[in-house]
């Protein structure tokens, strides 16, 4: 069965540092691999997601992630913290033979001045 | 464009009475539909999703059930509300084939069970 791991429930950066949120997952098979923001209060955004072709995905906001197979990794990351960029971030996976979109537990990101 | 809503935003339920929480999606036509829950401090849970009217598949036994009565309407309903009811109940949708293509949610409905 399919699983993710966020490393970290809560992160906290600077404003101006770099953002890293880890996320592995495994899969028996290549997976869909998906990144979602969810502001206070509000329903998820889609960030950036991953199916096939180039590794390196961008996604909105400045954001982006790297499908790492061999680490079974898809961090995310920005060069540069936005305030308005607090908010909790899910990973989540789909496999091509599941049938599920399973979510990581997240990982509330704090942006401090 | 298409637009999903969620209603009622929050909701407050003694333990035993009923619960309606509506879904409805504008702008599109034949989606896939899902409904969760995010309980605080954890990922989100899949309680149900459907590919079409009356067809609805669950993921996991409760005390909660679901409804499609329109193309683009989605119901989550119960009969008899637990204390571990509570949570935030958030409905996606989506088009094409199912899980694979990006899910977008609504704003979600805070339920708070006493």
């Known amino acids: 069965a399919q699983s993710v791991t966020q490393l970290g429930s809560h992160l906290s950066v600077s404003e101006g540092a770099l953002v890293l949120l880890r996320c592995n997952y495994s899969?028996?098979?290549?997976?869909?691999l998906f990144w979602y923001v969810q502001y206070p209060n509000q329903g998820l955004q889609l960030l950036l997601k991953y199916t096939t072709g180039a590794t390196l995905v961008k996604g909105i906001n400045g954001f982006e992630a790297e499908f790492k197979k061999s680490e079974t990794s898809f961090h995310l990351t920005k060069p540069s913290a936005h305030m308005s960029d607090a908010a909790e971030y899910f990973c989540a996976v789909r496999s091509e033979y599941g049938n599920k979109l399973v979510f990581g537990a997240g990982t509330i990101l704090r942006v401090k001045s | 464009s298409q637009t999903i809503h969620q209603w009622p935003a929050t909701l407050v339920q003694p333990v035993g009475s009923p619960l309606s929480l509506e879904c409805t999606v504008e702008?599109?036509?034949?989606?896939?539909l899902y409904w969760y829950r995010q309980a605080a401090g954890r990922g989100l849970q899949l309680l149900f999703y459907s590919i079409g009217i009356d067809q609805i598949s669950s993921e996991v036994p409760q005390n909660l059930s679901a409804s499609r009565p329109q193309d683009r309407q989605f119901i989550l309903s119960s009969k008899k509300l637990l204390l571990s009811d509570s949570g935030f109940y958030l409905c996606?949708?989506?088009?094409?084939?199912?899980?694979?293509?990006?899910?977008?949610f609504g704003p979600g409905t805070r339920l708070t069970v006493l």
């Open positions: 996606a949708w989506s088009s094409g084939q199912i899980f694979t293509d990006t899910q977008y």
């Open positions: 702008g599109t036509s034949n989606p896939n």
């Open positions: 899969s028996s098979v290549p997976p869909y």
